[in-house]
C-alpha cells in the first residue's frame, strides 16, 4: 500500500512538472517556499460522533511558474475524545490562478496518508484556497482541504497560516 501511494504521488508530481512546462508562458525560475498553519480538523463519521481538533500542518514546494506549483503537506496534533490525529503526509499539484501582483487563488490535487491513533489510510484529496502578499517574500493564506473520502467517513481541514518564499 506505501509503495503504491509512493508511486502514485511521484508519478503526479513528474506529470506536473512536465505540464508546467508546457504551460509556461513566461519564463521564471522555480521558486521554492516554506509555510506553517494552524490545522481546524473534523473527522466526520456515518455512524458515531463527529471529532474534530485543532492541530499544526507545515507545508513545502516549489512554483514552477506563475500557475503552478508542487507542495507537501505534514500535519499532526490533536484530539478528541477517543481520536488523535498523529499524522498526515501528502504530495498535491498545485493550480495557480494569479488575481493581480499579490493576490492568488488555488487548487490543489494529490494523495494523502493520515494516522489516526485507531487507523491509517490514505485517499485521494483535494482542496482549494488562496493568498494574499503582505511582504516581497510573505504571504497569508487559508485553504480547506478533504484529506479522506470514504464511503463511512471523510477527514477534512481548514487552515490558515503563513508562507515565506526563498
Known sequence: MKTLAIS??????????????????????????????????????????DRDSVGVRLRGGAQFNDYFAAEGHLGTGGSDGGIELDYLVGAYAKGILPLGDTLRLYGLLGY?????????????????????DVAPNLAIGADYMRYLDKSNHNFDAASIGLTYRF
Open 8 to 49: 502514485s504521488v511521484s508519478a503526479l508530481l513528474v506529470a506536473g512538472a512536465c505540464a508546467s512546462t508546457a504551460l509556461a508562458q513566461q519564463p521564471m525560475s522555480m521558486q521554492p517556499y516554506i509555510g506553517g498553519d494552524a490545522m481546524f480538523w473534523e473527522l466526520d463519521r456515518d455512524r458515531g460522533p
Open 112 to 132: 494523502t496518508e493520515v494516522d489516526f491513533d485507531v487507523d491509517r489510510e490514505g485517499d485521494f484529496s483535494y482542496g482549494a484556497g488562496g493568498e494574499f
